[in-house]
């Protein structure tokens, strides 16, 4: 533990509102604008692939458009989630080599927008990550590769890349934490979708028990137990006679809701250059019933984080019957208060954050 | 993911033997051609037979073998793309049963089976407009 607190930046990414551009109810101009109103900045997180139409090539004059958009709303832009899309190709994956100069144009997209993190993803070894760095040299960009579920701080991958990234010594090399790594719970609004689309109460107990009981086993350290896990989930959808849910459970069994401890974090803590406040609902007494929110801030209060929070809301992927904005708005409120327990304070001042997250980003991971 | 969406109401036309109909993404991300691994189209039970579908956005038509290889037309979340093959099928006040099913790739994640490839069906119910 350092002697500072942290104090996190609050932020929001768009992917959290994901069903309500899917549905045309809002496009990017008119979303973060509704995004700076309702005050779920001042970071502001983006997908390319989601938002940008053509990404990663941009023309000039709409990103100028987009600066001008973003500083007059007063919203700081975080990170830009970029993809590793190693299986671009039908007929093989991409080298690493291939993946290098795949990566490249996004992260220069990044730059251009303004966006001082890009978010990379796992399939990117710590070979390729040390060739990425002349790039984020160049531009200046901090690359924040993501552990996600059904990945975690203590898996073999991940440690190999913390274990490079010590030995490569830039503060331009660094991770997101997304907190769908430490979840406690199966989520209560996933269940009553199921319910929703037919699943019996029998079924829905049985699901909920191996999910238990895979936090209780502990997360997986390779890629040959996660498997084993995913296959259970799927086993368990045809034992019940509902074949058509075996997938989703396992893809939300493994991938969404990962069992490790939040203590976990410790691992790679001088590395996280950016988080993914992971979450699925906000329940009837204000809190988030299957992520541990108020732990995870604590948390990153004692190590001294002062980066930026991305509340990430991934239930709208079932959630039809509850509006995103309300969601975000009961989350962050949680994150506020989480803050002030523990003795800190969430940012919520433009200037201040820019200000944090420029520190933030330059100092070295040993400071 | 939201495979409810995939169908756009109102959408199916037709000339009497050949149908089309819009349909969106159901993930929240662009994916290329590529991606876009198997489509089902179906109207009141009957199967299109695959040489005949066409797969057209960005203002491009593809057959399916042709979208396997395809990296620079991506289909983006808020874009329809057009499904067409040849299927009979008559316009009026009729209302038929529209079926699609789609098989796509998800590029970056890549499990011990492969790269993640999702499956998402929807059907709807609506007239057709004569094209």
Redesign the interface.
């Known amino acids: 533990m350092t002697e500072t607190l942290g104090a996190p930046i609050q932020g929001v990414t768009l992917y959290s509102f994901t069903r309500a551009v899917h549905g045309r109810e809002y496009d990017l101009e008119s979303l973060i604008r509704k995004v700076a109103a309702d005050g779920f900045g001042p970071g502001l997180e983006i997908i390319g692939f989601s938002s940008f139409r053509g990404f990663p090539k941009l023309d000039d004059a709409f990103v100028g458009w987009f600066r001008d958009l973003v500083a007059e709303v007063d919203l700081v832009p975080t990170s830009l989630a970029i993809n590793a899309d190693v299986g671009i190709r039908r007929d093989r994956l991409l080298t690493q080599e291939e993946l290098v100069e795949y990566m490249t144009p996004q992260i220069e997209a990044a730059a251009k927008l303004g966006f001082s993190i890009a978010r990379v993803q796992i399939s990117l070894t710590p070979d390729a990550m040390e060739a990425l760095l002349p790039i984020a040299e160049r531009t200046g960009v901090t690359l924040a590769l993501e552990v996600h579920a059904d990945q975690h701080a203590r898996h073999e991958r991940v440690l190999a890349l913390r274990d490079r990234y010590e030995k490569i010594g830039s503060p331009l090399l660094g991770f997101t934490a997304d907190w769908g790594a430490t979840v406690k719970g199966f989520a209560p609004s996933l269940i009553e979708a199921y319910r929703r689309r037919g699943a019996s109460e029998e079924l829905l107990q049985a699901v909920t028990e191996l999910w238990n009981q895979t936090y209780q086993d502990g997360p997986p350290d390779n890629q040959g137990e996660h498997g084993k896990r995913f296959g259970a989930f799927i086993g368990l959808a045809h034992q019940h006679g509902r074949p058509d849910l075996g997938i989703d459970f396992g893809i939300n069994g493994t991938g969404l809701f990962g069992p490790a401890p939040v203590d976990g974090w410790l691992e790679i803590a001088p590395w996280i250059r950016h988080v993914h406040g992971k979450f699925f609902g906000i329940d009837e007494n204000g809190e988030e019933p299957s992520v541990p929110v108020r732990e995870l801030i604590q948390l990153l209060v004692d190590i001294g984080y002062t980066g930026a929070i991305s509340s990430e809301y991934e239930g709208w992927h079932w959630n039809y019957w509850q509006s995103p904005f309300d969601i975000i708005r009961g989350e962050q409120a949680v994150q506020r208060s989480a803050a002030a327990d523990a003795g800190s304070r969430m940012v919520t001042d433009p200037a201040e954050a820019r200000a944090a997250l420029a520190r933030h980003l330059a100092q070295p991971v040993r400071g | ?2 495979p409810d ?1 995939i169908i756009e109401q109102g959408t199916l036309t037709t000339d009497g033997s050949k149908a089309t109909v819009e349909v ?2 159901p993930w ?3 994916l ?1 051609g ?2 876009i691994s198997e489509v089902g189209f179906a109207i009141d039970g009957v199967p299109a037979q695959a040489e005949s579908l066409r797969w057209t956005m960005n203002g491009r038509t593809f057959r399916l073998d042709e979208l ?2 395809e ?1 620079d037309e ?1 289909w ?3 874009d329809s793309a057009v499904v067409s093959a040849d299927l009979p099928v008559e316009p009026g006040e009729g209302e038929h049963q529209v079926d699609v099913e789609l098989k796509l ?12 490839r ?2 998402e069906h929807d059907t709807k119910t609506m007239k057709a407009a004569k094209k």
């Open positions: 993911m939201i969406r969106r993404l929240y991300r662009a290329p590529s991606s396997a290889t990296l991506w983006f979340p808020t790739y998800i590029p970056y994640i890549v499990t011990d089976q492969g790269v993640l999702i499956e």
